[in-house]
């Protein structure tokens, strides 16, 4: 069974500086996927990243950006310039990749406040 | 994109009573929903997986009598909570695969049993 902890249950960052969440993950498999979602109050799943475990490349997306360390199975994600909407919950998720749909296996979620 | 309308967004019912929670693919087929359980400042906990045309596969101490999931169409899954009891109030997200190993949530369902 795979399992995926966060370590960070809160985290607070002030406005335009960056911060960075942790994850890490444990899994017997080869090949998944890896996800990174934002909570909001409106608690709305949004998919923030997702990075590919045969992908050497780390992901990006726009401000957000992740640094895979797959021998060290570590996801962790960094938000650059933050915003006053990124306040919200972050779940880090794992993925098997069986060619079909699959589950999300859930980390237990970072609170991350931005303040002014 | 594509969308999962999850509807009620909240509801409150009486214990003893079922109640039931719909997700719709607006845009898409969704061979696949999936059917979470969120405690309050928790994560998100997996109850059981739908395909279109067959039974649900619950996880492991998910009561399949009390949860029931129907996923008749490609567009429609429902999660009928029968015989609510208080201890069944919780937040209901579905989710269902896009394609690509993409996934979309529904807006989620507060469920209070009183």
């Known amino acids: 069974a795979q399992t995926v902890t966060q370590s960070q249950p809160e985290m607070s960052v002030q406005e335009a500086e960056t911060v960075t969440l942790s994850c890490t993950y444990d899994t017997s498999e080869n090949n998944y996927y890896l996800f990174w979602y934002k909570q909001p109050p409106s608690r709305q799943m949004i998919l923030v990243i997702r990075q590919e475990a045969y992908k050497q490349q780390n992901a990006t997306e726009n401000r957000f950006s992740v640094n895979f360390q797959k021998a060290a199975k570590s996801f962790s994600l960094k938000i650059s310039d933050s915003q006053l909407g990124d306040t919200a919950m972050y779940f880090c998720a794992f993925m098997r990749n069986t060619g079909t749909a699959s589950k999300l296996t859930f980390g237990t979620g970072t609170r991350l406040q931005v303040t002014l | 994109g594509a969308v999962v309308s999850q509807h009620p967004s909240w509801v409150i019912c009486k214990s003893g009573t079922s109640v039931k929670i719909e997700c719709r693919s607006l845009?898409?087929?969704?061979?696949?929903m999936f059917w979470y359980r969120q405690f309050p400042k928790q994560s998100l906990m997996l109850m059981a997986t739908?395909?279109?045309?067959?039974?649900?596969?619950?996880e492991q101490g998910v009561e399949k009598d009390k949860f029931l999931i129907n996923h008749a169409s490609l567009t429609l899954s429902t999660l009928t909570v029968t015989s609510a009891h208080p201890e069944d109030s919780s937040f209901y997200i579905c989710?269902?695969?896009?394609?690509?190993?993409?996934?979309?949530f529904g807006s989620g369902t507060r469920l209070t049993v009183v």
């Open positions: 845009d898409f087929q969704a061979t696949t």
């Open positions: 989710s269902a695969e896009t394609g690509s190993y993409g996934y979309t």
């Open positions: 739908s395909n279109e045309g067959s039974k649900a596969t619950y």
